[in-house]
């Protein structure tokens, strides 16, 4: 990151239940795929970021890759790294594969 905030603005969220992210237990907040997708969204609107590139891995690439249907006209890439794959996340369009 250090190497590409020279150039861009560079925003690394935690997405909430993990690194030092949570939601308070009242809100009942569940912590599925969908849902931290829809906190993700929340997010770019906050900071009304118009388009942008998502850089994903881990558990981030089933939630923030749900964003790019929701929003193809500010998705300018996707790159992932060892981003997993699992059915939940991924929903039944992946099922022939």
Do not use: C
């Amino acid at each position: 990151m250090p190497l590409l905030a020279d150039k861009y603005r560079v925003i690394a969220p935690d997405l909430p239940g993990f690194g030092f992210t949570r939601a308070p237990s009242e809100r009942g907040y569940k912590y599925t795929f969908e849902n931290l997708a829809t906190t993700t969204d929340a997010f770019t609107r906050a900071l009304s970021l118009d388009r942008f590139a998502l850089y994903v891995f881990d558990y981030g690439a089933p939630t923030d890759v749900r964003l790019a249907p929701k929003h193809p006209e500010k998705i300018t890439a996707i790159i992932s790294q060892n981003g997993n794959a699992y059915e939940e996340g991924l929903g039944s369009a992946w099922g022939p594969i």
